[in-house]
């Protein structure tokens, strides 16, 4: 699908040099003031291109016809997506812009479709504006009305690494806002969502699209419209070698050729989402040139599909803000903490953190989906626990206690989200054994503990930061304490004794005596884990997404030396 070219008026009347962006230059502990840029996209310029049912490239374009207005109050986690490269030259004929669609999946985190995203520069040039179902218009002194939206920069981007800008597969991305935004994050299914997926269960789309194949127009306020969902027979059936199933799904009803009686998906939705059941379920990807070709079908890219890829996206929060996990460790002899920046199979040199005396437990996350990376610790004197977390606008440190005196906690694990609400949870096992969640309210507080099961005392390891089984659900990694064998507990998105599956043992690990899981370290989009030996030596153990013994691919060596840090982060 390809993103619309709205018109040389709604782009000088809207947008035309007046959104500005914010892109602030992300540091572990000094994150900058953020500066300010126009951006504007240009209507003169071709947007991204995706296929059409043809084998040739087209110009396809996805947008809503023959739906209706709504406002921002049904869809707040709705963004819109600007972007405008003018290559630094007064010559406008070689200017690049166009706008798509896209969704809040978290305060910093934007899911969109890869065809908007990969070749170009959005931390440059892309201008996201979120809280408003308006597109900007112009005031009469010049100035821009945003209708109540507020606009982001962008400060990373990440589309699929097998994305293909000729068929169009694994046509997913997220973009990374600097800062959070206030528009309510929408969930996106899972990995084992079956009956969203059933022919003829609605769904509905959201976008500001064209609303007319004889007209390249985008709608000026947001539209949505019912869909239903089509059996890949169907759609393989009408699209033949282009329609990938089980990477793909279609929607709608067969277009009758013209707008009368059509209901699909046009320029300017691309990225935009599919609902079903309250959760993203599919991303305009790409259909047919002007939308309404007879007994032609949205397609969209099936997101349960790629719900393993897309949530460490979702949680990559790290300390350099590369979009790779990074290393928090404490020395022995001073209790100086460090930091040790991911470079994908090794690690860079280390950063001084300071002094981190009177602590036990330091734990890596970001409580409050901030991007900026917290800390939870314990206090070794008094068994409180704290959360540490940035703040950008004093450019300072604030420290909350969040529980007071847990020494007798044998176990304190900050796996992300555990529960299935997008919000980063606690976990912690008392002195009897019994594993309790704390669900995490997104704020860096807590509601009240549930309890998972008892006897996990019998793990002298548990720990977890991400998705091991590759299924975009939070797991547990624990290791035994008669026998050293290393066991996964797959995490079922649900609260309460059913939080975790039935254990698989995937390793024996007698040879190590630390282990720490910050995310994914290597940046392919998976979770790994780090072990120690007594002498020193770390290794790390990249994740497969797979559920087995084959949960991690052969071991890295990173080091000697290690021995000196009695802390991993």
Known sequence: MRAAVPSQTQLTARVK??????HASRTRSKPSATTARPTAPSATTAPPTARSSTTSPSTVDPKIIGGTETTIATAPWMAQLWYYDDKGTSDTTDDVGFFCGGSVVSPTKILTAAHCVKGYDWHANGTIVTGTSQLPTDNSDGSVDLHGGTVSGVWRQWNHP?????????????????????????????????????????????????????????????????????????CSSTYTTNFVAGHMVCAGTPATGSDSGTVAACNGDSGGPLIVGGKIVGVVSWGVENCVASGSYSVFTKVSTYVGAAYP?????????????????????????????????????????????DKNVILQTDLNRDGYQ???????????????????????????????????????????DVTG???????????????YIYPGMGNGTFGSPVAVSSGWNQYNRLLGHGD???????????????NSYVYVYPGTGKSGSGAFGTRIHVRTWGQFNAFDTVGDITGDGRADLVARTPAGTLYLYPGTGKATSDIFSTPVTIGTGWQQYNLFG
Do not use: C
Request: net charge negative; hydrophobic share 35%.
């Open 17 to 22: 040099g007046a959104l500005r962006t914010d």
């Open 468 to 482: 091991f089984t590759g299924d975009g659900k939070a797991d547990l990694i624990a290791r035994s304490s008669s």
């Open 421 to 435: 609400d997008a919000l980063p949870d606690l976990l912690s096992v008392t002195a009897s054994g019994t594993l």
């Open 374 to 416: 917290d800390q939870i610790i314990r206090r070794a004197s008094t068994g409180a626990v704290y959360w540490r977390h940035y703040i950008p606008a004093s450019n300072s440190w604030a420290t909350t206690m969040v529980f007071g005196n847990w020494s007798t906690r044998t176990q304190i694990v900050a796996p992300g």
């Open 162 to 234: 097998s994305f293909n800008s000729t068929t169009v597969d694994n046509d997913i991305a997220v973009l990374t806002l600097p800062n959070p935004v206030s528009a309510k994050p929408i969930n996106i299914t899972t990995s084992n969502d079956a009956s969203s997926y059933t022919a003829g269960t609605k769904a509905t789309l959201y976008g500001w699209g064209r609303t007319s194949s004889t007209s390249g127009d985008i709608s000026q306020t947001l539209r949505t419209a019912t869909l239903p969902m089509v059996s890949d027979a169907t």
């Open 313 to 357: 996206r979702l949680d990559d929060t790290n300390l350099s803000g590369d979009a790779n996990a990074d290393l928090f460790v404490r020395r022995a002899s001073d209790n100086s903490g460090f930091e040790y920046d991911s470079k994908g199979t090794s690690f860079g040199t280390r950063i001084p953190w300071g002094s981190y005396s």
